[in-house]
C-alpha cells in the first residue's frame, strides 16, 4: 500500500499529479494518512562557503543524511570605513549567480543570476509585508562606518523558498547517492558598495544554515521502500527557473519606447516569466555612487507577442492590476534609494518596486505549488516585447526569469534525473 501511494514504475505528469498525503512525500493518489513523525531543527547543519572573497567562487554541500527544505545564507562584513554605503538588499546584490547539481544526475549544473533569485524569493512572498521584510532582512542600508553589517538571504532551490501557505514539501536527502553541491559566485564590490572610502575585499561570514529533518525512524521513510522495490522512483515536482538578461536604449522621442526580443526559451511548460528593469547606471558604483540593482523602473503600455498574436498587453500600468487578480495583495516590495558619494552627502528616499509578471498558467504557480497547469509551448523560441520607459534616450538591462513545470525523479539507485517535459 505504501508503495502504492508513493512511487510509480514512470514519470508522474504533472497534469495530473494527484492530491498531496503527506507533510513529506508527493504523491500520486487521493487519500489521507497520519504524518511521518519527524524533527525539525533550524542551525543544526551549518557550514561556511569554501570562498567568502568579493568576486570568487564559495561551494557547500548539502548531506543525504536527512530532509533537507528551507536553506539560508547569512553575511557579514566588519569594520566598513567612512565614507561608504550600502544599499537595501545588498546581500542579494552581491550574488552573481548560483548553481547546483542534483547529486548524481543526468542533468549538469543548473543556474540562475542574482537577479532572478531576488524575483524567485520576491514572487514567492504572499503579500507586502512579507515581500518587503524579506528584501530588508537582505540587507540594511547603511551610510559610513560600520563595525558590523549582516545580511540574511534565502537561496531557493527546488526545495527551498519563501513560501508559507503554500510551501513545497521537503525533500528526503537520504534517497540520493550523492550530495546535492551549491556553488555561489560573488559579486565584484562596486556591485553592492559605494561612495569613495576604502572598500573591503571579503566578508568576515559567509555560513549557510539548513532547516533540516530527522525521522524517528529510518524504516518509516522511502529509502528502504526503493531498495526493495527497483523498478520504481519517487517523484517530485518542481517549478524549474531560467535567467535570462537582454539590453535596450529607450528611443529619443516622447514615446521613451524600447522594443526587445525574448529569446532562448526551453521547449518545455512555459509557466510565467518574470522581468525587471534596472537602469545600467544604477547596476554598478561609479566615482562613489551607490549602486542600485533592485531599483526597478516602470514600464508601462506593455506588449507582448508570440508570432504576432498579442499573450499580453496592459494600457498603462494595468499590468499592476493583473498581478493582484493571481496574488494575495499588492505586488510591490519596498526599497530604499541611496544618493550620494560620501558621508556628507549620502541620503536616500523611498521607492515602491515592482516586477512584471506574465502569468500563463491559471495560477501564480510559484506561490501555489499545489495546483499544477497544463501551459503552452514557445515553438520558434522567441516572444517580442515593446514598454514604455520613464526616460528617454537611457540604458536599460532587462532582467528576465522563465518559470517551467518539472519534475525531479530519483531511482533505486540514487540517481535523480530532471525532466522539463
Known sequence: MIKDSYLSDSRV??????????????????????????????????????SVAFGSTGTFLIPNNGFASCIFLTLRIDNIAANNALPR?????????????????????????????????????????????????????????????????????????????????????????????????????????????????AFNLAEITIKQGQLANSDSGLKPILRDNPE???????????????????????????NLLLQSFIYADLVGITICAVRNSDLISSTGSVPSPFFYQVMRNVNVKYNGQVVHESADVLHMLYNMVNMPSADFFQ????????DATFA????????????????????????FSNVWRIANQTLTMTATMPAQDTQYTFFMTYYYNGIISVDSTGTSNIYFN
Request: proline share 4%; glycine share 8%.
Open 335 to 342: 526599497n530604499s534609494i541611496v544618493t550620494g558619494n560620501n
Open 13 to 50: 505528469h504533472l497534469n495530473n499529479p494527484g492530491s498531496q498525503v503527506s507533510d513529506l512525500y508527493y504523491n500520486k493518489i487521493n487519500t489521507t494518512v497520519d504524518l511521518t513523525e519527524c524533527t525539525w531543527s533550524y542551525g543544526r547543519y551549518k557550514v561556511g562557503l569554501t
Open 89 to 201: 538588499g545588498w546581500g542579494y546584490a552581491a550574488i552573481n549567480n548560483i548553481n547546483y547539481v542534483f547529486g548524481s544526475t543526468n542533468v549538469g549544473q543548473i543556474q540562475v543570476n542574482g537577479e532572478s533569485i531576488m524575483h524567485m524569493v520576491m514572487s514567492q512572498c504572499e503579500d507586502v509585508q512579507k515581500r518587503s521584510k524579506i528584501f530588508n532582512l537582505g540587507g540594511q542600508e547603511s551610510f559610513g562606518a560600520v563595525s558590523a553589517a549582516y545580511a540574511h538571504v534565502i537561496i531557493p532551490l527546488p526545495f527551498s523558498g519563501a513560501n508559507s501557505d503554500y510551501q513545497k514539501r521537503p525533500y528526503d536527502m537520504t534517497l540520493l547517492s550523492s550530495p546535492i553541491t551549491v556553488n555561489i559566485t560573488f559579486n565584484p564590490v562596486d556591485r553592492f558598495i559605494g561612495g569613495t572610502g576604502v572598500k573591503p575585499t
Open 232 to 258: 520504481s522512483q519517487y517523484s517530485y515536482p518542481i517549478i524549474h527557473k531560467q535567467s535570462f538578461v537582454t539590453t535596450a536604449t529607450s528611443d529619443m522621442t516622447a514615446l521613451n519606447n524600447v
Open 348 to 371: 536616500s528616499f523611498p521607492a515602491d518596486c515592482n516586477l512584471l509578471y506574465l502569468d500563463f498558467s491559471r495560477k501564480r504557480e510559484d506561490v501555489y505549488d499545489d495546483s
